[in-house]
């Protein structure tokens, strides 16, 4: 079993930046591939980031390609994502999910733990 808690959200004008952290524990931080999902009302939830168990692969959606950096300490068992140059458009629920998959997905079906979610809003 695995927790997480996100937190780090809150309310940004367009152009700003938000670091949203992801705290795990339980199973063995370090195995797990780790994503960022967002969810806007009315909409599906999607895929932001995710990073492998190691660091060393990363993958974004296009549309937050070079705004946003996942990252991870696995000693701290914790997970980042540094969101730069924020838009109206970004504006949603942020989910921290975790997998034990060996490689990154960008599905939500293939991760089997998540977070409550905290709440992005960016104003215009």
């Known amino acids: 079993q695995v927790q997480l808690v996100e937190s780090g959200g809150g309310l940004v004008q367009a152009g700003g930046s938000l670091r949203l952290s992801c705290a795990a524990s339980g199973r063995t931080f370090r195995t797990l591939t780790m994503g960022w999902f967002r969810q806007a009302p009315g909409k599906e939830r999607d895929f932001v980031a995710a990073?492998?168990?190691?660091?060393?692969?990363?993958q974004y959606a296009d549309s937050v390609q070079g705004r946003f950096t996942i990252s991870r300490d696995n000693a701290e068992n914790t997970v980042y994502l540094q969101m730069n140059s924020l838009k109206p458009e970004d504006t949603a629920v942020y989910y921290c999910?975790?997998?034990?998959?060996?490689?990154?997905?960008?599905?939500?079906?293939?991760?089997?733990?998540w977070g409550q979610g905290t709440q992005v809003t960016v104003s215009s």
């Open positions: 990073i492998s168990w190691s660091g060393g692969s990363l």
């Open positions: 999910a975790a997998s034990m998959a060996w490689g990154i997905d960008v599905a939500p079906v293939s991760y089997k733990y």
